[in-house]
């Protein structure tokens, strides 16, 4: 007789935390960081500053507070580090990409025309705001928290920062301590950008080596930069967290107007205006709002245009719009096509400022803030932040730029919906030039769905297969490098689901 032993018991197995945190939807993720910045941001508040811990021996920031500062400035470094190679190959492989468009001139024109009629239309919106409800004649600020911000504009400056001072557009400036600390200049890197790109397509023939480089290197710098932005709802605690800790909600309650003013403006021209150059143009409003939502979201988390430009390229791409005029169209959007930060917000800042002051504006001075955010969005040059308008603005109208300091409280939480909405516009204008056109991909535009951040990633992922694929097959010696001068739109790709 047999004895038969227990079999031991299955020990389950345990899950990974981790896994389970990144299988969270992306959306969710960046919700959840919200949240937790507010939180955290409250509680550093309550804490308050530590005596002693200042550099000069006063009062510091405590310990949560510096933390998440830390946070939100290491994921703003990040992005920044990803700028100047960004704009150079994008702009470069964009304009490069239009040699075989025989429309390639009048597109171009187009598209500028477009920039210009909806920041004329936002910034009409921002000033018929800022005269109806005066938000910086009753205001709780402050005339002490008043000084000149350290990165001024002025037509004088922002014209001579057109010319390059060196090929990268890169600088550096010397310390006290013996440190050294480099900055680039986005605007100068974009001159630079299109002078190549315009070089290239002389050249001709000859240049394809060099196209074959840029293409290849912009992939590899967006796939650096999609690594970053899977660090946005870290980056977000740190960011939200800072400024609620550091201003809290008495500084927005002191600017209760203006800051209402602002998303009020930027919701009228996000909800009203688009939707109604949608129309006009024949286009379903639905589709464009629920295939441009990963950008939207991603650039309210960003707060950089130029760091969710890949994000608005494929969205783009993905509602029917052609790569090669994509291509060219969203890169150039998001250095100069700045319906937040260029419009509303520097005309209700100019108007704020103005009415602290006590300096009465007329017509002429209202037709100069239109002039400036037509013709001077470039100065924003797609960066976090949009001093260097606002100070482009208060300079054109001999206005204080110590007003600059009054909104400096609330500028983190104004930054994210101002950047929601250009990348929303970034995205607008590539569609009705398409359409307008007659180059639009219809059935691709009213197919849009709404989808996850996950499901383009992985649509990308395929695409790059795909196109490996049939370089491997059209000539397997040379398939490592891969056709980069051709056209990213050429392989059929299926809307990918949520």
Not at 26 to 34: K, M, N, S
Not at 148 to 168: I, M, R
Not at 261 to 266: E, F
Not at 438 to 450: G, H, S
Request: hydrophobic share 50%.
């Amino acid at each position: 007789m047999s004895i038969s032993t227990p079999s031991p018991t299955a020990t389950p197995a345990r899950r990974n935390p981790l896994r389970a945190i990144v299988g969270i939807p992306f959306g969710w993720q960046v919700l959840i960081g919200l949240v937790l910045g507010v939180i955290l941001g409250l509680v550093a508040a309550q804490i308050g500053p530590v005596p002693g811990a200042g550099e000069d021996g006063g009062d510091g920031p405590n310990g949560l507070t510096t933390t998440l500062d830390t946070i939100g400035s290491i994921f703003v470094t990040l992005l920044k580090a990803l700028v100047p190679p960004l704009i150079f190959l994008a702009i470069v492989t964009s304009i490069a990409n239009l040699r075989g468009v025989t429309n390639a001139a009048r597109l171009a024109w187009k598209t500028l025309l477009w920039f210009a009629i909806t920041a004329l239309i936002a910034v009409s919106i921002g000033i018929a705001l800022g005269a109806i409800t005066s938000p910086g004649a009753n205001s709780g600020v402050s005339e002490d928290a008043a000084q000149a911000s350290d990165t001024q504009g002025g037509w004088l400056d922002f014209l001579g920062g057109l010319v390059p001072s060196n090929f990268l557009g890169i600088s550096g400036s010397a310390g006290g301590d013996g440190s050294v600390s480099i900055s680039f200049n986005a605007l100068q890197i974009l001159v630079i950008s299109i002078a190549v790109g315009i070089a290239v397509l002389s050249v001709g023939d000859r240049a394809e080596p060099f196209l074959r480089f840029t293409g290849s290197a912009l992939e590899i710098v967006q796939k650096l930069l999609w690594w970053v932005i899977r660090l946005a709802p870290i980056g977000t605690v740190g960011l939200l967290g800072n400024a609620v800790a550091s201003y809290g909600w008495d500084a927005i309650g002191s600017l209760g107007v203006f800051v209402a003013d602002v998303y009020i403006g930027m919701a009228i021209v996000l909800l009203v205006v688009y939707p109604v150059l949608l129309k006009l143009n024949g286009l379903s409003i639905g589709s464009f709002f629920r295939g441009v939502w990963p950008a939207t979201s991603l650039g309210f988390v960003s707060r950089s245009s130029l760091g969710t430009m890949p994000m608005t390229k494929s969205v783009t791409e993905r509602m029917g719009v052609p790569s090669h005029y994509a291509s060219f169209a969203v890169p150039l959007g998001a250095t100069t096509k700045m319906d937040g930060c260029a419009s509303i917000y520097p005309a209700l800042a100019a108007i704020f400022v103005a009415n602290f002051y006590g300096v009465p504006l007329g017509i002429t001075d209202y037709l100069l803030i239109v002039l400036v955010s037509v013709l001077g969005s470039a100065a924003t040059a797609g960066m976090t932040g949009a001093t260097v308008m606002l100070t482009l603005t208060l300079s054109t109208l001999g206005l204080p730029l110590e007003g600059v300091g009054l909104l400096l409280a609330v500028d983190p939480i104004l930054d994210m919906g101002r950047t929601a909405l250009n990348v929303t516009g970034q995205a607008l204008v590539p569609v009705i030039v398409a359409k307008r056109e007659k180059i639009l991909d219809r059935p691709a535009y009213d197919a849009a769905r709404r989808t996850s951040f996950q499901a383009i990633q992985a649509e990308e992922a395929q695409v790059a297969e795909a196109e490996a694929a049939d370089a491997e097959a059209a000539d397997p010696a040379t398939a490592p490098d891969g056709d980069w001068g051709q056209a990213d739109g050429e392989h059929d790709r299926q809307p990918a689901t949520a």
